[in-house]
């Protein structure tokens, strides 16, 4: 399978980022791509610096304009594509939604954001009510993504519930980067911890991963911080978690990367961590904690 991930700036235009993101779609599209997966709430800056109430104006519903535009995209095109969108559900009731496309514009599913953060400069919980829709892979023609967003991706079992389900691949788009106060060494280690824990979810599961994270700085409309720098750094990962494709940090990019779904099968028959799993001793992992 030919993938297509496209790492942006975005600006205050929300028109220009739309503009400037669908350009990627149709370059990623006629290099091949038939899969093409954007960033963590792309169509504007990442707002989440500030809790700022005038924010939720850059909510829309879901069927809304931004599904209507990038549904006529992916049939114009015939491709499936994954974006990330600020959902209006009801008043006082937003997600953070990821909704995937069929090649003939249609919605093929949708997934809300289940692990919502709230640390400094990424207040999330102030926007987002957690998902209710489950961890739940998207049926597709390209076949089933188990699609989460962001912060679900440092947790391995919304992973392994997606790949008991049959995902065969595990997308995540993104929007991370440095606190501007941490030393470049500690930036370095969270850069790599993030790209290692997903790899491990590669390895564990046996399948793909696909991480597609934002690119270039932003400021904090507050000037409480310095802002934060997205540290790029997309990636694709084969079903051992070996480095198919990785963005630079501080550019933009857009590329097709060309998966061997086949492999994964065989990867699978090596190491056969879905057979040998003592399903019979995890029921505490539903726990909080064990005392």
Not at 43 to 62: G, H, K, R
Not at 204 to 222: L, M, Q, Y
Request: charged letters at 25%; one cysteine or more; a negative charge.
């Amino acid at each position: 399978m030919k993938v297509g991930i496209i790492q942006n700036k975005c600006c205050k235009d929300i028109q220009r980022n739309v503009e400037h993101m669908q350009e990627g779609i149709r370059k990623a599209a006629s290099a091949g791509a038939e899969l093409v997966i954007l960033q963590e709430l792309h169509n504007s800056l990442y707002f989440c610096q500030v809790e700022d109430t005038s924010m939720f104006d850059l909510a829309e519903p879901i069927p809304g304009p931004s599904t209507e535009a990038y549904g006529k995209l992916a049939k114009e095109l015939g491709v499936v594509i994954v974006t990330s969108l600020f959902e209006r559900r009801a008043p006082g009731l937003y997600h953070n939604t990821a909704v995937v496309f069929e090649k003939d514009g249609s919605i093929a599913g949708k997934y809300r954001k289940m692990h919502i953060p709230d640390d400094p400069a990424y207040y999330e919980k102030f926007y987002f009510t957690p998902g209710d829709l489950g961890f739940h892979p998207i049926e597709t023609s390209v076949g089933k993504l188990g699609v989460q967003v962001c912060w679900d991706q440092w947790y391995p079992e919304g992973a392994r519930l997606m790949a008991l389900q049959g995902a065969e691949l595990l997308i995540y788009p993104t929007a991370i980067g440095y606190e501007s106060s941490d030393t470049e060494e500690e930036q370095e280690r969270q850069r790599e911890a993030w790209t290692t824990v997903q790899r491990g979810h590669a390895v564990a599961n046996g399948i793909p991963v696909i991480a597609v994270n934002r690119t270039g700085h932003e400021e904090d409309p507050s000037g409480q911080t310095k802002g934060i720098s997205f540290w790029g750094s997309s990636f694709v990962a084969g079903p051992q978690g070996e480095l198919l494709y990785r963005a630079p940090k501080d550019e933009e990019a857009i590329a097709v990367v060309d998966i061997d779904m086949k492999r994964c099968e065989n990867v699978r028959r090596w190491w056969p961590f879905l057979r040998d799993r003592r399903i019979e001793e995890f029921h505490d992992l539903t726990k909080r904690f064990i005392d």
